[in-house]
């Protein structure tokens, strides 16, 4: 025993200074972003289900002059998509729709499109639905767009100069024609995500952010998490978005408050609750099986460097390890989320710097974290 006990000191030691020397990597990756004058990212790694890092690295909000600390809510962009994806699924768990079922028998107002839409081409991007280009018109002989008008005059535009409601924007959307035949190819789509929030709507009686509340974020207590509908509403301890102009910086934040394909607001914490579900799956009737179709692929076509796709999540391998990841940006925002299943590692940026790449960031972590 003498000698078990300062083996055992001498590994704890031996993890305590790697630790140290691992974040001290991280904060090196970070050392470009002024913490005292710049927006910039919360930054967290999980390693077996433990946050081994959360910091935030820039200003939460550049007018008070609040830093970033790691518990930040931001929006999420397209991160938000998987959590869209999961209610979905959850609804098909509950019997109350079918994946392969044409979207219209939920959705009886969309346009007549050529061909069948299933919920799960969809969720893949293989719907052959067009995206927010065809709000706004595109060059395209077959699809020329619907050229919706602003109410101040001239084209319609997305972002934080114009305003729709949900219900406005949902009918535009239902007179969008299909970019091309369904299951012709992968053709990344917000448009269908936008409407996955409407059939969760119309399906459960609820809206996606009651929905998701109460089938995923109760349940893994993710407290600080949901779909911000509401462009009004107050979020507490949020971290607001710019983007760089002029050497200097403006808000660059959106008016725009439909979600499905966006709209998810969260922190680092309630985000390694996610993740851990992953590994221990408590959502649903039966956890384990909706998990496993949940990671299945939606289709057999491949999206490019992102690999192939399964309910907004990209399936990768990154230096020959398998990788799930996802990445968002918006107005203010950019994301990424990574995971690392095999090792069950994890890394988060959360940026509110348009200027900001997470994805090079996460990258950099990963190769800090695996090198050793």
């Given at each position: 025993?003498?000698?078990?006990?300062?083996?055992?000191?001498?590994?704890?030691?031996?993890?305590?200074?790697?630790?140290?020397?691992?974040?001290?990597?991280?904060?090196?990756?970070?050392?470009?972003?002024?913490?005292?004058?710049?927006?910039?990212?919360?930054?967290?790694?999980?390693?077996?289900?433990?946050?081994?890092?959360?910091?935030?690295?820039?200003?939460?909000?550049?007018?008070?002059?609040?830093?970033?600390?790691?518990?930040?809510?931001?929006?999420?962009?397209?991160?938000?998509?998987?959590?869209?994806?999961?209610?979905?699924?959850?609804?098909?768990?509950?019997?109350?729709?079918?994946?392969?079922?044409?979207?219209?028998?939920?959705?009886?107002?969309?346009?007549?499109?050529?061909?069948?839409?299933?919920?799960?081409?969809?969720?893949?991007?293989?719907?052959?639905?067009?995206?927010?280009?065809?709000?706004?018109?595109?060059?395209?002989?077959?699809?020329?767009?619907?050229?919706?008008?602003?109410?101040?005059?001239?084209?319609?535009?997305?972002?934080?100069?114009?305003?729709?409601?949900?219900?406005?924007?949902?009918?535009?959307?239902?007179?969008?024609?299909?970019?091309?035949?369904?299951?012709?190819?992968?053709?990344?789509?917000?448009?269908?995500?936008?409407?996955?929030?409407?059939?969760?709507?119309?399906?459960?009686?609820?809206?996606?952010?009651?929905?998701?509340?109460?089938?995923?974020?109760?349940?893994?207590?993710?407290?600080?998490?949901?779909?911000?509908?509401?462009?009004?509403?107050?979020?507490?301890?949020?971290?607001?978005?710019?983007?760089?102009?002029?050497?200097?910086?403006?808000?660059?934040?959106?008016?725009?408050?439909?979600?499905?394909?966006?709209?998810?607001?969260?922190?680092?914490?309630?985000?390694?609750?996610?993740?851990?579900?992953?590994?221990?799956?408590?959502?649903?009737?039966?956890?384990?099986?909706?998990l496993q179709q949940f990671n299945t692929p939606n289709s057999d076509f491949d999206s490019g460097d992102d690999g192939r796709y399964a309910n907004g999540q990209?399936?990768?391998?990154?230096?020959?390890?398998?990788?799930?990841?996802?990445?968002?940006?918006?107005?203010?925002?950019?994301?990424?989320?990574?995971?690392?299943?095999?090792?069950?590692?994890?890394?988060?940026?959360?940026?509110?710097?348009?200027?900001?790449?997470?994805?090079?960031?996460?990258?950099?972590?990963?190769?800090?974290?695996?090198?050793?």
């Open positions: 025993m003498k000698k078990i006990v300062p083996l055992i000191t001498l590994i704890f030691h031996s993890f305590e200074a790697y630790g140290d020397v691992f974040n001290d990597a991280i904060d090196e990756i970070f050392s470009s972003i002024d913490s005292n004058s710049t927006p910039g990212c919360s930054v967290g790694v999980i390693e077996n289900g433990e946050l081994v890092h959360k910091a935030g690295y820039g200003l939460a909000n550049m007018e008070l002059g609040i830093p970033l600390d790691g518990s930040h809510v931001h929006r999420m962009a397209s991160v938000s998509k998987q959590f869209t994806a999961m209610a979905v699924h959850l609804l098909a768990e509950e019997g109350k729709i079918d994946l392969d079922e044409d979207v219209r028998v939920y959705l009886p107002e969309l346009l007549e499109y050529e061909g069948t839409v299933t919920i799960n081409s969809m969720l893949g991007h293989v719907s052959g639905m067009a995206d927010y280009d065809q709000i706004d018109g595109d060059s395209t002989e077959r699809n020329p767009g619907l050229n919706i008008q602003s109410a101040a005059g001239g084209p319609f535009r997305l972002g934080n100069e114009d305003y729709l409601s949900i219900e406005e924007f949902y009918d535009v959307v239902k007179q969008v024609p299909l970019k091309r035949l369904p299951n012709q190819q992968y053709e990344y789509s917000n448009l269908a995500y936008f409407l996955l929030s409407m059939l969760v709507e119309e399906v459960s009686g609820q809206s996606l952010r009651r929905y998701a509340d109460e089938k995923i974020f109760q349940p893994l207590g993710m407290s600080q998490t949901f779909f911000s509908d509401e462009p009004t509403e107050i979020v507490i301890n949020r971290a607001n978005g710019y983007r760089p102009l002029e050497g200097s910086y403006v808000t660059d934040m959106t008016n725009l408050f439909w979600v499905g394909d966006g709209g998810l607001h969260t922190n680092l914490d309630d985000m390694v609750k996610w993740d851990q579900n992953f590994y221990v799956p408590k959502i649903g009737q039966y956890p384990a099986d909706l990209a399936l990768n391998e990154w230096n020959g390890r398998p990788m799930v990841s996802h990445s968002g940006g918006w107005l203010g925002v950019r994301t990424y989320y990574s995971r690392f299943p095999e090792d069950r590692f994890s890394v988060m940026i959360f940026c509110n710097d348009v200027s900001q790449s997470p994805r090079q960031y996460a990258n950099r972590v990963a190769e800090a974290y695996f090198k050793d």
